[in-house]
């Protein structure tokens, strides 16, 4: 038993170095998910050698809040987002001791299973994995909203959502009690469609497709890889509506409309073309609006993508 606490707490401290270590990074993506881009887009070629203009990477980004904000800026929102990850671990691991999924290493049959008894064991595992991602998400949102609306401040310089008490009182004044679950809705659905995808996909692909045990270890990180690609537009539309009508310049008009609802939100930004905006962050393109100028698509003006 000891062991296994000693186990958690390794685990728990992993999550706060990870989380620290790649915090400038998400940082950096969630203010390009939000449609921040400070920095203007340059002209360059595609790898087929059509015109573009490239936007910066992820590492020109970071570099850029360091200008800005200095070291210590680079981990505005460190304190909630390991807060609520820590808290979500929690849920998820007190969640997987009571409900006791069954796992591949853990036979209850002597025999080789059959095919239905095969089948039975996946759809529980998958209402465990249901079960224990949707609490996760639940516990962990409101810490993900002032975790979002503290890295939104960049946009706008402003100071209203600083330590982690002082952002409950924000929220509460600001949205009240529903405000500390903006964006859940989007992100639930994400990772639940996300689940359900890559948990379908390996089990159709380990037990139609691939024979050699060797291969299948690699068959659930490839299918977790691909199912968020597919729903990345969820967490572009749920970070968005952490940030609408927050009283942050970053959440109003003229940089983000007030949405109503996370479908109008969705439905204006695959209007813009901008679901995916966040997915590349090596290479990145700029698509959003434009002017014609003799006869060349350029984009907006440099004044555009200059801070608010």
Same mark, same amino acid.
């Given at each position: 038993?000891?062991?296994?606490?000693?186990? &958690?707490? !390794?685990?728990?401290? %992993?999550?706060?170095?990870?989380?620290?270590?790649?915090?400038?990074?998400?940082?950096?993506?969630?203010?390009?998910?939000?449609?921040?881009?400070?920095?203007?887009?340059?002209?360059?070629?595609?790898?087929?050698?059509?015109?573009?203009?490239?936007? /910066? @990477?992820?590492?020109?980004?970071?570099?850029?809040? &360091?200008?800005? #904000?200095?070291?210590?800026?680079?981990?505005?929102?460190?304190?909630?987002?390991?807060?609520?990850?820590?808290?979500?671990?929690?849920?998820?691991?007190?969640?997987? #001791?009571? $409900?006791?999924?069954?796992?591949?290493? #853990?036979?209850?049959?002597?025999? *080789? /299973?059959?095919? *239905?008894?095969?089948?039975?064991?996946?759809?529980?595992?998958?209402?465990?994995?249901?079960?224990?991602?949707?609490?996760?998400?639940?516990?962990?949102?409101?810490?993900?909203?002032?975790?979002?609306?503290?890295?939104?401040?960049?946009?706008?310089?402003?100071?209203?959502? @600083?330590?982690?008490?002082?952002?409950?009182?924000?929220?509460?004044?600001?949205?009240?009690?529903?405000?500390?679950?903006?964006?859940?809705?989007?992100?639930? =659905?994400?990772?639940?469609?996300? %689940? $359900?995808?890559?948990?379908?996909?390996?089990?159709?692909?380990?037990?139609?497709?691939? *024979? *050699?045990?060797? $291969?299948?270890?690699?068959?659930?990180?490839?299918?977790?890889?691909?199912?968020?690609?597919?729903?990345?537009?969820?967490?572009?539309?749920?970070?968005?509506?952490?940030?609408?009508?927050?009283?942050? %310049?970053?959440?109003?008009?003229?940089?983000?409309?007030?949405?109503?609802?996370?479908?109008?939100?969705?439905? #204006? =930004?695959?209007?813009?073309?901008?679901?995916?905006?966040?997915? !590349? %962050?090596?290479?990145?393109?700029?698509?959003? /609006?434009?002017?014609?100028?003799?006869?060349? !698509?350029?984009? $907006?003006?440099?004044?555009?993508?200059?801070?608010?």
């Amino acid at each position: 038993m000891s062991k296994q606490k000693e186990n &958690k707490w !390794s685990n728990y401290a %992993l999550r706060i170095i990870v989380n620290t270590a790649s915090h400038p990074f998400e940082y950096a993506k969630v203010l390009i998910q939000i449609g921040h881009e400070p920095i203007p887009p340059r002209p360059a070629k595609t790898f087929f050698g059509k015109p573009a203009h490239k936007l /910066p @990477n992820i590492f020109e980004y970071v570099k850029h809040i &360091k200008s800005v #904000d200095g070291f210590a800026g680079c981990y505005n929102g460190l304190a909630p987002k390991v807060c609520g990850n820590l808290l979500s671990a929690i849920a998820t691991q007190k969640l997987i #001791d009571y $409900l006791e999924p069954p796992r591949d290493d #853990d036979e209850d049959f002597e025999e *080789e /299973p059959t095919e *239905e008894q095969k089948r039975e064991r996946f759809i529980r595992s998958v209402k465990c994995d249901i079960i224990t991602h949707t609490a996760a998400i639940f516990v962990s949102q409101p810490f993900h909203v002032i975790t979002v609306r503290m890295m939104a401040q960049f946009i706008g310089r402003e100071t209203k959502y @600083n330590g982690i008490l002082s952002s409950v009182k924000e929220i509460y004044t600001q949205n009240g009690i529903l405000g500390f679950f903006s964006g859940l809705v989007p992100r639930l =659905l994400g990772d639940i469609c996300s %689940l $359900l995808l890559a948990s379908s996909l390996t089990y159709a692909i380990n037990h139609y497709l691939v *024979e *050699e045990r060797e $291969l299948k270890v690699y068959t659930s990180a490839t299918m977790t890889f691909l199912a968020t690609a597919v729903t990345y537009p969820f967490q572009v539309v749920s970070n968005c509506m952490a940030v609408t009508n927050s009283g942050l %310049l970053a959440g109003s008009p003229p940089f983000m409309p007030h949405y109503n609802s996370w479908m109008d939100c969705w439905a #204006d =930004l695959s209007c813009q073309n901008q679901l995916k905006r966040g997915s !590349s %962050l090596l290479i990145r393109y700029y698509i959003g /609006p434009s002017i014609v100028i003799g006869g060349k !698509s350029l984009p $907006l003006p440099k004044e555009t993508f200059k801070t608010p």
